[in-house]
Nanobody, 120 residues
Framework: QVQLVESGGGLVQAGGSLRLSCAAS????????MAWYRQAPGKQRELVAT???????SYADSVKGRFTISRDNAKNTVYLQMNSLKPEDTAVYYC??????????????WGQGTQVAVSS
């Protein structure tokens, strides 16, 4: 079974930084796109950043210039470096990886979510 485990969330003051990690484990043959989403209280889940297998990245307008998504294919891990954090970045952050495994062709798997809280 494929599992995604997230780490790195926490409480930080506005202007601070956090780095999120999301590692996939299991019988994995290949990973296509990886992404980070977030969901603030009372709001819908929104896409924050994506990275393709070739390393091409895209970002939500609200985080451009502040967040950086990256991946380590040898570790099946995706990262989200978050700088210049704002109170409006407060949310539960979820990673997603599109994985080809021994049990299924490319399927989207999700992490358990990690809380990021930014105080003003």
């Amino acid at each position: 079974q494929v599992q995604l485990v997230e780490s790195g969330g926490g409480l930080v003051q506005a202007g601070g930084s956090l780095r999120l990690s999301c590692a996939a484990s299991g019988s994995i043959f290949a990973i296509n796109a990886m992404a980070w989403y977030r969901q603030a209280p009372g709001k819908q889940r929104e896409l924050v950043a994506t990275i393709t297998s070739g390393g091409r990245t895209s970002y939500a307008d609200s985080v451009k210039g502040r967040f950086t998504i990256s991946r380590d294919n040898a570790k099946n891990t995706v990262y989200l470096q978050m700088n210049s954090l704002k109170p409006e970045d407060t949310a539960v952050y979820y990673c997603m990886q599109d994985i080809y495994s021994s049990t299924s062709y490319y399927t989207s798997y999700w992490g358990q979510g990690t809380q990021v809280a930014v105080s003003s």
